[in-house]
């Protein structure tokens, strides 16, 4: 995998570092002592089963749930995500899995939803030109940004979500599940999106459960188990050794299977 050479925070550090960064809802403790960086330029999966902690990590990060313990530190300082709003100022933008799009209004009146005036005090005109040209920067296949959301498809709408997102100039955007109930052509549209950001010198932070799709466009892979650190990897890492830090077992049905491949292969036979 070549390395991207790309201009990060001054101090030639991470755009976003973690350390040791605990949630608890009472007496329920959902993550515990995570440790995470993302730099610029940089595409980081954040990877687990079903109640690893992956949902309760981004809303730390989006601003929607506070730290018990630990810091945050964004561009070389210590910061407090004390609401979504000053995530956001900071330039920290969250696309959730459901989108927030109005199917209702077309694809402009999406974008500055919430921002018809402030910061741009953009028309119409002005706002429809700035669409396009966000638009044509991702190389997006948006047929018209006149057209209302709910003709698009949903690899469409992904599409119009990040760029709404892209509009406040973030360093750092996380995508929910940004393939989810995507067909192939839908991913494989918004995994070149993805790559399309990672370009414009953004930090990545992906959470998906398509291995397929993590490896991709993931620089690292960082999997988390029970609210815990439970890994990094590469992009290269098999299968086996995934499934073996999500699920924390080291006999799976993906073990058993290079094991039965590996006896066939060692007698002489072949495998379907």
């Known amino acids: 995998m070549a390395n991207r050479q790309t201009e990060g925070p001054a101090t030639g550090g991470p755009i976003l570092r973690l350390t040791k960064i605990s949630k608890n809802f009472g007496a329920v403790s959902a993550l515990t002592d995570i440790d995470l960086e993302v730099h610029a330029g940089e595409v980081v999966a954040l990877v687990g089963d079903n109640g690893a902690g992956k949902s309760t990590l981004i809303k730390v990060l989006a601003g929607v749930h506070q730290p018990t313990s630990g810091q945050i530190e964004f561009c070389g300082k210590p910061v407090s995500l004390d609401s979504p709003s000053l995530a956001l100022e900071l330039g920290i933008a969250t696309v959730f899995q459901d989108l927030a799009l109005c199917e209702n209004l077309d694809v402009v009146a999406n974008l500055f939803l919430g921002h018809e005036v402030s910061p741009w005090n953009l028309d119409e005109v002005a706002m429809e030109v700035r669409a396009w040209t966000l638009l044509k920067e991702l190389a997006a296949r948006i047929p018209s940004v006149r057209e209302p959301i709910a003709s698009l498809s949903g690899g469409q709408r992904q599409t119009v979500a990040i760029a709404r997102s892209l509009l406040l100039d973030p360093k750092i955007i996380m995508l929910d599940e940004p ?11 918004v995994l070149n999106l993805i790559e399309r950001v990672r370009e414009r010198g953004l930090g990545v932070i992906i959470i998906s459960h398509n291995m397929e799709d993590v490896r991709a466009v993931a620089d ?3 999997v988390l188990r029970l609210g815990r650190n439970n890994g990094v990897f590469s992009p290269d890492a098999s299968n086996h050794e995934l499934v073996a830090s999500i699920t924390g077992a080291t006999e799976n049905a993906v073990s058993r299977r290079i094991e039965r491949k590996s006896d066939v292969n060692h007698r002489g036979g072949s495998t379907a």
């Not at 393939?179 to 549209?189: K, S």
């Open 179 to 189: 393939t989810a109930a995507l067909g192939v052509a839908q991913t494989a549209e």
């Open 220 to 222: 690292r892979i960082v």
